[in-house]
């Protein structure tokens, strides 16, 4: 894997979210849901997740999550993806990176 310069990283805007809408998303290529999440003031984005293996739609709804919210919109069928929801590889499955305590939506990740 390539090294990366710190400088490269800082460019990245790594915020936390709850996400306050989930829908299914039957026009993605691979299982997905349409997450739309309050990141405080920086307002509402959507973004699509390959999460329905592990996640329920009722266990995703109110969840703090954490997203790179500096990405550039991406069109995914029908849908545009406003950020990139964080994850880790379990097999084939992801498992959402979340804050263990509840904290302001729009936090920086440091």
């Not at 710190?6 to 936390?16: S, Y």
């Not at 290529?29 to 405080?40: H, R, S, V, W």
Request: charged share 25%; net charge neutral; with cysteine.
């Amino acid at each position: 894997m390539e090294e990366v310069l710190f400088e490269d990283f800082q460019k990245l805007d790594l915020r936390v979210g709850t996400i306050i809408a989930v829908n299914d998303f039957p026009k993605a290529n691979k299982p997905a849901y349409q997450l739309t999440i309050d990141f405080g003031a920086l307002g509402i984005k959507k973004s699509s997740a390959q999460i329905t293996a592990l996640y329920s739609k009722e266990d995703l709804l109110n969840k703090q999550i954490v997203a790179n919210v500096n990405f550039e919109e991406k069109q995914i069928a029908n849908f545009k993806s406003q950020c990139l929801v964080l994850a880790a590889a379990k097999n084939t499955d992801v498992v959402l990176l979340c804050p263990e305590q509840k904290i302001p939506n729009g936090t920086s990740i440091q």
